[in-house]
Structures are given as structure tokens and as C-alpha cells.
């Protein structure tokens, strides 16, 4: 018999077994996979709203202890030495007295908790409204932070515009006085002294007193009424006399009478008029606010007037075209027509 022929040579396709598939083993699954997979299926099932609000406390959670640990880190810096004023440096007037002065504002504490004298809560306000109070001659100061642990306090001196000798004014100032010579026993030739007189800014601050010099009597004196919200401290230094916005004009009219060749020795305010007084004692009425009139009608009329010979008792500026005037010993006023 011929040999039977093999599978792999057969020629028909029914010829040839079927092989059945060999099964493929899975690869093991980790079991932390598997753990995953059920998470995730479990957040599929789990509401949106849910999952939003969580995400919210996790974020508010975070947000709140960065908070606290930044407060807490600044509250011990606030502590530190490195942070706190150690040193207070000043310049300009009354330096010494603020140096020795300004540190005890910086004791104690903000709500029982944070220190007055660390360098990023110094209490700035309080420093300025002392200097201002307590030296009158300051006009403006200016604190900086020179460190971590000092300041530095720069005061601007006020400026002297006027001097300022009483609220009214007495004819028989000012006086100078000689004093009686315990060698010659010349007798003195007034029995009167110098008015007690302070320096005062442009705005009519009264910030210094002034010594008794008799070279003071050559000065303009300013006498005025002061406010009455000033009076209340008791003391002259610091008060604010009451027309002081009319000052810079009436000084203004007081240079221009002067050019006349008048020597002018004192100016009273009184309401809305002033009055100039002579060397002389010849008193010049005019009207505040009227500065430019009243030194026109003085150019057409001085020039015929003898106003420092002390021959006239007064000469009014306040009528438009027409200069009164009144010589001492008479009952009567004069007057002259004003050509400008």
C-alpha cells in the first residue's frame, strides 16, 4: 500500500485538522490599580456638587493656614529687636529737646498687642502733632525711616513776618528806656517800658517771644485782637491772631506809605479798619481791603502834609476822593480833595 500522505502535504483544505487557539495567560492586574479603578468609579457615581464643595474647603483650608503662618511670622518680627526704634535722630531747631523728647511717645503698646516703637507701626501722627504743639517755632516737620531700628526727624523753622505786641494799641508805646547810671545818677528819660512783644509768621501764628531790646522800637509793631478758639491755652505762644489774612496787604500799604517819606512806627487792626501811627503819634485811618485806594489818596495828599512832626493828630484814607485830617489843638477836621 502506498504511504499515507502528510497533513502538510494535503492537497485539500478539508484534509488538513484545525488547530484550537492556545489561550493567552493575563498579566496580573496590581492590586492598587484595581483600587484605583473602583475610586475613579466611585467618584463617577458621586454628585458634581459634591466634589466642587470638597475642592472649596481644601482650597479654604490651604488659604487659612497660609494666612495664620504669615500673621504668625510677622507678629514675632514685629518683636524682634532688629525691628524696633532704637535710635531717634533730629535736625534743625529745638533738635536736642526733640532727640530727648520723642522716645517716650513710643512706648507701650497698639490694643495691648503690637509695640508703638516698632519701625513699621510707629505711631507718625501722634510724633508730629507733639513736635507741632510743644515747639511753636516749628512750622513743618518731616520723619523718615532711616533703618530697621531709627528715624530721622527733619523740623522747618517758622519764618518771621511780623512782630506782634498786644491785641490794642497804647499810644505811648514804644518807649525806649535808659536806665538810671548808679555813677552820673542821670535820671532815666521815660518812666515807661518796652511792650512785651513775639515774633508771628504770615498766617498770624504767634510762635516766639522776643527780649527786651530797645532796638525794637525802630521795628513795625502789630497790634491785634486774637482768636477766640486761641485764647482758651492761656498762653500767648501758639494763638492765632484774628485778621491775619489782611497782614500781607496791610504790609504791603505800610512799605508803600513809608516810600512817601512817613515813619511809620505801629499798626493797629480794629474790625474792618486799621490805623498806621507815626513816629509822631499822627494816626492813619483807612479801611482793610482798600490797600490800593487808600495809598493813592496818600500819594496826592502827604506830599503837602507834615505826618512826623507829631503837628497833625490824625489823617483819615477812608472816603473815596477826599483826604480828613486833623491838626493837634483843633476841634475841627480839615480836607483835601485827591487829584488821582
Known sequence: MPPARSARFASRPGDV?????????SAAVPVRSIRRERVAQGRDREPLKNRRRRARNRTFITMLAFIVLVFAAGFTCLWLPAFRIQRVVAAGPDAEQIKVSVPPILTGRYKYIFPRDSIFFFPEADIRTYILQEYPDISAISISRTSFDSIAIDSIPRESAFIWCGSTYDAHEPVI????????????????????????????YIFASLPEDPSLAETLHIYGPLTASST???TILGQQIAQARFIPHTLTFVKAIKSLGVSVGALAIRGDEA??????????????????????LAQSAFPTLNLNNGSLSYVDLRFADKVYFKNVGQDVASSTVSTH
Open 17 to 25: 485538522k484545525k488547530r484550537k487557539p492556545i489561550p493567552q495567560r
Open 177 to 204: 528806656v535808659t536806665p538810671t547810671s548808679s555813677t552820673t545818677g542821670s535820671a532815666p528819660t521815660s518812666t515807661s517800658t518796652l511792650p512785651t512783644c513775639y515774633d508771628a509768621d504770615a498766617q498770624g
Open 232 to 234: 482758651a491755652n492761656g
Open 275 to 296: 490805623d498806621l501811627y507815626t513816629q509822631g503819634k499822627t494816626r492813619i485811618t483807612y479801611v482793610l481791603g482798600q490797600e490800593a485806594s487808600a495809598a493813592a
